[in-house]
């Protein structure tokens, strides 16, 4: 398991730092599903809308990761209808579970692991799921993200990581 020494913060409200990485982050989450979205199915098999709020969460809080969650799937669904109304909860929810999971995970360890991301990763997923599942009432529906996703999940935990170490160190 790869563990290395990382810079974490935890970023407050009253900070205008906060905003200027929200800021960043949303504009990653809404290219990378634009550049997604132009290969069939690439929503649904990379899960873009979803990674640099994992990021932004782990690296500067739950606070910069929650402004993030709720801010992309909002922005992404009124300029492009990416994802469609109908869907937002769904993301919404998702979104947020990942920014609380990830800030929680990262404050905790102070370590940004590959098993760490995992397991972020797996308990937005999971939960995500199950919400989803209520939500929508659609079994199917929910679980599209295991039946797609997987390579999205895998892009978010090894991408994730190689950000947090590697490209954002301080």
């Known amino acids: 398991m790869q563990t290395t020494t990382v810079k974490l913060y935890s970023l407050r409200y009253d900070e205008a730092r906060t905003y200027l990485f929200a800021a960043a982050f949303v504009l990653g989450n809404i290219a990378l599903p634009q550049l997604c ?33 709720l801010v992309s799937p909002l922005l992404n669904s009124a300029l492009f209808g990416m994802p469609v109304v109908a869907m937002l909860p769904a993301v919404l929810l998702k979104s947020t579970l990942l920014a609380l999971a990830a800030g929680t995970i990262a404050q905790r360890t102070r370590r940004a692991s590959l098993a760490l991301l995992a397991a972020a990763v797996a308990f937005y997923q999971t939960v995500g799921t199950l919400g989803e599942w209520a939500i929508a009432g659609d079994l199917y529906a929910a679980v599209q993200d295991f039946r797609l996703g997987v390579p999205g999940m895998l892009f978010q935990i090894v991408g994730g990581w190689w950000v947090i170490n590697r490209l954002i160190r301080g």
């Open 37 to 69: 979205h132009l290969f069939h199915l690439g929503g649904p098999t990379w899960l873009p809308i979803y990674f640099f709020t994992l990021v932004g969460a782990y690296k500067y809080g739950w606070r910069m990761g929650l402004a993030t969650a």
